[in-house]
Each structure stands twice: as structure tokens, then as C-alpha cells.
């Protein structure tokens, strides 16, 4: 189906270990965000993504990494995971519009560091 | 640095009544402010935004005010209905279209 999809919907993991947050979009979008939703709180910035090979970091981007080799993926990485990183995940896309500020998001990915 | 924030954490409203959510801002160099709806579980949905150089903007049941004199950003909802429930976010987009969001807050609608 088209739109965007992240993977896995779940993750429990324990600290220390490396974990792959996936996200693709079949619109073709030029941007692409990540977020975390930590508990009773807003979203906060994590890295966002201009175009393939363009990343910039947002708000809280210590202990994540992203890569974006295709307009289509923007997968986010935890090279060591943290219990503060405990969150839900929420993936992004904008298409190259100046019209509007709207953002289309996936379903999050919800990260559990024991 | 930059911020987006709202005055009122949870808000309470009888069926039918209107509803008004608000926001204050910081970034004055933002040329979009964009309110979202959160059902739980959910990913945040876009309701409506405002371009920096417009006053007001309306959409179905909902208008969008922006004060830049106090940079103050507000969300109108009329007669709202117990679908409504959800937390609202306002977000701001500054260059880059790098978008920040305030914490939020999350509307009763009591039937």
C-alpha cells in the first residue's frame, strides 16, 4: 500500500545492544523526519533528511544515527542502546512544497531498552 | 533558542461547544504553523497550518488564529463532538522545514 510504513512496530531490546528502526515512503517525498514521543509529552526532533545524502541533525539527535541512500528510506539507528531511549518513534515524509507546512507520519515504532 | 509551547495542558468541553486551543511560539523566522491531532496509538494527523504572513485560516469546523504582535498561535474547533478527543500539538516550521512541536494538549469532550 502506498504511504509510509515503519518497522518493527514493536522492539524490546536491552542496553548496549545496536538497534534499526526502519522507515519508507512510496510517495516520493524530499523530506523526511524522525521523532520520539516520550510518555505524556510532546514529539521532539531527533535528525530529518532534506534529500537522499542530506541529514541535519534536529533537537536531541545524541546516540542516533541516520543515513538516507534512497529518497525512499530513512532508517534510524541506535548504536547503543539507552534506557532513556525508551520511547515511541515516529518517522515523517514532506513533500518539497512551499505551500504547505504538513507532515505526513507513520504508525511510530514503539523501543523498549531493559 | 527555539520553542513552541501551550498554555493549558488539558482541556474539558461540553458536546457542542466550541473548543480553543493555545500555543505560544519563539521562532519569529517560521513561515508555517501547523496544528496536528494525536488519537492514541496513533501517529500525529495533520489538521490545518497557517503561513507567518497570514492572520487567520479556516477550515471544516476549525479555525486557525496567529498573532505575531505575542506570537500566539490558537486552534478553534466549533461544536465539538466526542470524536474530537485527542491530543492537539501546535508545530512550527522554520528553514530547512525543520518542524518543532509543542508538548501538547489533550481535549475532553464530555457528551
Known amino acids: 500500500d502506498a504511504g509510509i510504513t515503519q518497522s518493527p512496530r514493536y522492539k524490546i531490546t536491552e542496553t548496549g545492544r545496536q538497534v534499526t528502526l526502519m522507515c519508507h515512503q512510496t510517495?516520493?517525498?524530499?523530506?523526511m523526519f524522525w521523532y520520539r514521543q516520550d510518555l505524556g509529552h510532546g514529539l521532539r526532533l531527533i535528525y530529518y533528511s532534506a534529500a537522499a545524502d542530506i541529514t541535519d541533525k534536529g533537537e536531541v539527535p545524541d546516540g542516533y544515527v541516520v543515513s538516507r541512500s534512497k529518497t525512499e528510506n530513512f532508517p534510524l539507528t541506535l548504536e547503543s542502546a539507552t534506557r532513556s531511549q525508551t520511547s515511541v518513534y515516529f518517522c515523517?515524509?514532506?513533500?518539497?512544497?512551499?505551500?504547505?507546512?504538513?507532515?505526513?507520519f507513520g504508525e511510530g515504532s514503539r523501543l523498549t531498552v531493559l | 533558542g527555539e520553542s513552541v509551547g501551550l498554555h493549558l495542558p488539558t482541556l474539558s468541553v461540553q458536546e457542542g461547544d466550541n473548543s480553543i486551543i493555545n500555543c505560544a511560539y519563539s521562532?519569529?523566522?517560521?513561515?508555517?504553523f501547523i496544528w496536528y491531532k494525536q488519537e492514541s496509538g496513533k501517529g500525529p494527523q495533520f489538521i490545518i497550518d497557517i503561513r507567518s504572513n497570514m492572520d487567520k485560516r479556516q477550515g471544516q469546523r476549525v479555525t486557525v488564529l496567529l498573532n505575531k504582535t505575542v506570537k500566539h498561535l490558537s486552534l478553534q474547533i466549533a461544536a465539538t463532538q466526542p470524536g474530537d478527543s485527542a491530543v492537539y500539538f501546535c508545530?512550527?516550521?522554520?528553514?530547512?522545514?525543520?518542524?518543532?512541536f509543542g508538548a501538547g494538549t489533550r481535549l475532553f469532550v464530555k457528551a
Open positions: 515523517a515524509s514532506s513533500p518539497d512544497r512551499v505551500q504547505t507546512g504538513e507532515l505526513f
Open positions: 510517495w516520493s517525498h524530499s523530506y
Open positions: 508545530a512550527e516550521r522554520s528553514g530547512g522545514f525543520k518542524t518543532i
Open positions: 521562532n519569529s523566522a517560521s513561515d508555517y
